[in-house]
């Protein structure tokens, strides 16, 4: 039987808000380690996908 492999750690996919000028991109973090309540932001903190579309003003 194949050994099932461990869990390595967590990809958390969130927004910022609609208070930052950004806020509406998406953004990534990864857990440290496999602890679901410590993250390490990825892209430096920048968004990862960043929409062109929207309101415009």
Known sequence: MRRQEE???YLFAYFK???HADGEQIYFAL???NDPLHWREL???RPILASRLGEGE
Do not use: F, K
Request: glycine share 34%; no cysteine; proline share 0%.
């Open 7 to 9: 869990y390595a750690g």
């Open 17 to 19: 808000g609609e208070a």
């Open 31 to 33: 857990s440290i380690d």
């Open 43 to 45: 892209n430096g903190g």
